[in-house]
């Protein structure tokens, strides 16, 4: 495997100038004053959080409340980096939906493709992480707004003016949300957009693993990105070695498939493309808080991959913009809660250009 190098104070720079200026998008058409367009799909939520970290929901005594929705932290955290990006989904006609909206319109995200239900409330989850570090989830979703988005509900137009699509699988769960996923992908499939797929297990929402595993994959193969955790990867693949590169390459990396992406938390991640593969280190920090790492990474790699479509192509600037999505990863676990803790490129940059010259 190669290992990520070291880049200099004025590549990183270039890199993201080039970004900004938006020089190798697919479609100038569909760019707007900050670059090539990123349209998220899926949920966005409540989490409740007990106010005094590490103990169980039951000892908990007070909570606050924080927006989450894993595609829906991707959005965020794009635009945080200075890029265009919208969300497609649906919240209740409730204060915690306006409160939602307004967090996406605060943050710079076009919430026009954000929908308000009056027959369902905005989903809740109850979320904490245990003094030994394992996370607990209850959720109130039976069924929440987000689940009832229909085929003939989505932004159409929104989505034929991206240069890429991403996606999650909690909206696969249950119709008619899954059938307004597969709407979703189908035009942007047709409309030319590279498709992002970052799967969650989110194991207690699903009837059964095997339902979750079967559900996961029906979309797999119509992906451009995939990102995946070891943990994911090891429960699809039914206990496989999650660092096996055969394991890998035979189960879960299809033709198709322009690149994959393992992510390991503080070590890093690997990737795999039809060309090359590597591994890209991770960020040495002082962490608090895991939650939305995943989802800044993958805000990260998709700011850049937004202005640079052929990125798989070129190894040595596939491990730049991991290096940096791994800096957005690492940044975000130094918070508490995921949208709160998402960076701008500015202190991104800064991790990177102290631990690269140090």
């Given at each position: 495997?190669?290992?990520?190098?070291?880049?200099?104070?004025?590549?990183?720079?270039?890199?993201?100038?080039?970004?900004?200026?938006?020089?190798?998008?697919?479609?100038?058409?569909?760019?707007?004053?900050?670059?090539?367009?990123?349209?998220?799909?899926?949920?966005?939520?409540?989490?409740?959080?007990?106010?005094?970290?590490?103990?169980?929901?039951?000892?908990?005594?007070?909570?606050?409340?924080?927006?989450?929705?894993?595609?829906?932290?991707?959005?965020?955290?794009?635009?945080?980096?200075?890029?265009?990006?919208?969300?497609?989904?649906?919240?209740?006609?409730?204060?915690?939906?306006?409160?939602?909206?307004?967090?996406?319109?605060?943050?710079?995200?076009?919430?026009?493709?954000?929908?308000?239900?009056?027959?369902?409330?905005?989903?809740?989850?109850?979320?904490?992480?245990?003094?030994?570090?394992?996370?607990?989830?209850?959720?109130?979703?039976?069924?929440?707004?987000?689940?009832?988005?229909?085929?003939?509900?989505?932004?159409?137009?929104?989505?034929?003016?991206?240069?890429?699509?991403?996606?999650?699988?909690?909206?696969?769960?249950?119709?008619?949300?899954?059938?307004?996923?597969?709407?979703?992908?189908?035009?942007?499939?047709?409309?030319?957009?590279?498709?992002?797929?970052?799967?969650?297990?989110?194991?207690?929402?699903?009837?059964?693993?095997?339902?979750?595993?079967?559900?996961?994959?029906?979309?797999?193969?119509?992906?451009?990105?995939?990102?995946?955790?070891?943990?994911?990867?090891?429960?699809?693949?039914?206990?496989?070695?999650?660092?096996d590169d055969n394991v890998i390459m035979k189960k879960l990396h299809p033709y198709n498939?322009?690149?994959?992406?393992?992510?390991?938390?503080?070590?890093?991640?690997?990737?795999?493309?039809?060309?090359?593969?590597?591994?890209?280190?991770?960020f040495e920090v002082e962490a608090i808080d895991p939650t939305g790492a995943g989802d800044?990474?993958?805000?990260?790699?998709?700011?850049?991959?937004?202005?640079?479509?052929?990125?798989?192509?070129?190894?040595?600037?596939?491990?730049?913009?991991?290096?940096f999505a791994n800096a957005c990863g690492a940044f975000t676990v130094t918070g508490r809660?995921?949208?709160?803790?998402?960076?701008?490129?500015?202190?991104?940059?800064?991790?990177?250009?102290?631990?690269?010259?140090?």
């Open positions: 495997m190669i290992e990520s190098n070291f880049i200099t104070s004025n590549e990183l720079y270039l890199l993201f100038v080039d970004s900004s200026n938006s020089k190798h998008s697919v479609n100038r058409s569909r760019e707007s004053p900050r670059g090539p367009l990123v349209v998220c799909f899926g949920e966005m939520m409540i989490n409740l959080v007990p106010t005094v970290p590490r103990v169980s929901l039951a000892d908990a005594t007070a909570f606050k409340r924080i927006p989450a929705g894993a595609t829906a932290n991707v959005a965020v955290g794009i635009s945080r980096l200075g890029c265009s990006t919208a969300f497609i989904g649906k919240v209740g006609n409730d204060e915690f939906g306006y409160m939602l909206s307004d967090i996406l319109k605060q943050n710079g995200v076009d919430n026009s493709g954000l929908l308000f239900d009056a027959n369902a409330r905005t989903a809740l989850a109850f979320y904490a992480l245990k003094r030994d570090g394992q996370a607990e989830f209850m959720f109130y979703r039976n069924p929440s707004a987000d689940m009832l988005l229909r085929p003939d509900e989505i932004g159409v137009s929104l989505i034929k003016k991206a240069t890429i699509f991403h996606y999650g699988s909690v909206s696969l769960i249950q119709e008619p949300s899954r059938s307004a996923h597969l709407a979703a992908m189908s035009v942007a499939k047709v409309s030319g957009c590279i498709l992002s797929y970052a799967p969650n297990m989110a194991l207690p929402l699903w009837p059964s693993k095997g339902a979750a595993r079967k559900g996961i994959m029906s979309i797999w193969n119509y992906a451009d990105i995939i990102k995946v955790s070891v943990d994911e990867i090891r429960f699809l693949s039914e206990g496989d070695d999650p660092y498939l322009k690149l994959l992406l393992v992510t390991e938390g503080a070590r890093g991640c690997r990737y795999y493309t039809k060309e090359f593969k590597g591994w890209a280190a991770g800044s990474f993958m805000g990260g790699l998709l700011s850049i991959v937004a202005a640079h479509n052929q990125i798989y192509k070129d190894e040595k600037r596939l491990r730049e913009a991991l290096d809660g995921a949208i709160p803790s998402l960076p701008t490129k500015d202190a991104v940059l800064r991790i990177m250009f102290s631990y690269f010259n140090s």
